[in-house]
Structures are given as C-alpha cells and as structure tokens.
Nanobody, 123 residues
C-alpha cells in the first residue's frame, strides 16, 4: 500500500521560506520519479517541480525557477521542496506525488498522491 505523507506547510510572509517534506512508503522509492504539485482555489492543479529517481533530472514550473529547489534522499525515502522568496501567488495546497512507471521521468503520469499540505503566503 502506497503512502505519501507531506509536512512542512504553513503561513509565511512574502519573501519568506518553507521546506516541504514528503515521506514515501509502499513501493521501491529509489526507482520512482517524484513530483510536487499545487492547486489554488479556482485554478487547475499544476506541476511545480519534479525529480527523477536518481535526482539527476529535475523540472520546475517557470514561475518558481530560481526560487524553489526539489531534492530527494533515497536512503530516507523522502523528497523535499525548498521554497524561498515566497510570493502571495504561491499560496495553494501542495501535493506530493509518485509516478506510475519505474525508471521514467515525467511531469504528468502520476498515480499516487499525498493528502496535501497548505502553504499560505501573506503580503
């Protein structure tokens, strides 16, 4: 049974930082790409960042490039999203997700999702 548990969300002022964590269990973590998605009220869910199974390939949404960093620790089955210089438009529910297919890097084919952690950035 796959479990993805996010933590680290909260309320922060614009310009501040947060670090999200996602602890994964139930599948061979080291063979699976991981992604961070977000959804704001009234908006579609979007992929904010993704990281390949080895960490060697990453993807970032244009609006977060240079501010967010995705990383992973395969020994701890955990993926992270470091968010700096936060803006009010980053306010959303952030989800950790795991791909369907091992050894494949993608920003769309995710089958497993965490419950989400709220990030709120005040101006």
């Amino acid at each position: 049974q796959v479990q993805l548990v996010e933590s680290g969300g909260g309320l922060v002022q614009a310009g501040g930082s947060l670090r999200l964590s996602c602890a994964a269990s139930g599948r061979a973590f080291r063979s699976l790409s991981m992604g961070w998605f977000r959804q704001a009220p009234g908006k579609e869910r979007e992929c904010v960042a993704a990281i390949s199974w080895s960490g060697g390939t990453t993807y970032y949404l244009d609006s977060v490039k240079g501010r967010f960093t995705v990383s992973r620790d395969n020994a701890k089955n955990t993926v992270y999203l470091q968010m700096n210089s936060l803006k009010p438009e980053d306010t959303a529910l952030y989800y950790c997700a795991q791909v369907r297919t091992p050894w494949k890097f993608t920003t769309t084919e995710y089958d497993y999702w965490g419950q989400g952690t709220q990030v709120t950035v005040s101006s």
